[in-house]
């Protein structure tokens, strides 16, 4: 046996295997890769049509903060009927499910019923703009998620026809009510989709 020691100069540098790929090798992942950027973007575009959707509601929170912020509570007071008025009118139109497929089935069909699908619209035909009193108070509670005072529209009207030393003789706590109310409705109204 040789007691020679090796040299550092004799050692070979050992070769490394090639860098392992991160991108997928079969068919499955690029499939489960397609359906997850097709769900991201169809979430995606939800979110922003629900965005889009709601921009009445966060308008008129706006208005209602700056309302509630006023110098005037008169005025102030005196504007709240009207925004609500206008929220209502610029909810979203619902339409009756399956119309657009009702109209494209044919007239002879057997299975085509002869009355017209009801429209959430019929119960208000004129729409909300022309609601008043006891209409009103129905439709401010068919879109709230919780019960309303029974006279919420009543002091709604009174808001808006009352004189202003009527509006000015109104307690704080009944300012702060109807305010509180209001904005509660705005945010938490449901809109049939």
């Known amino acids: 046996m040789s007691n020679a020691i090796p040299s550092i100069d004799q050692l070979k540098e050992l070769s490394l295997p090639a860098p392992v790929s991160y991108v997928p090798q079969t068919w499955g992942w690029w499939v489960l890769l397609a359906l997850l950027i097709g769900a991201a973007l169809v979430i995606g575009a939800r979110r922003y049509w629900h ?27 005196r ?42 619209a019929d119960s208000f035909p004129q729409g909300p703009a022309a609601l008043s009193k006891d209409k009103w108070q129905v439709f401010l509670q068919q879109h709230s998620p919780q019960q309303l005072p029974v006279d919420f529209a009543q002091q709604l009207a009174q808001l808006a026809y009352a004189s202003d030393a009527t509006l000015a003789a109104l307690p704080e706590q009944q300012r702060q009510q109807l305010f509180a109310l209001s904005k509660t409705w705005v945010e938490q109204h449901h809109v049939a989709a």
Do not use: C, F, I
């Open 51 to 77: 965005w889009r959707q709601n921009r009445y509601r966060r308008e008129a929170l706006v208005r209602l903060a700056e309302l509630q912020n006023n110098g005037d509570p008169v005025a102030a007071l």
């Open 79 to 120: 504007q709240l009927p009207e925004l609500l008025k206008r929220v209502a009118l610029s909810m979203p139109k619902p339409s009756p499910v399956g119309a657009s497929l009702l109209a494209k089935w044919p007239s002879h069909s057997k299975h085509r019923s002869t009355a017209s699908l009801p429209s959430p």
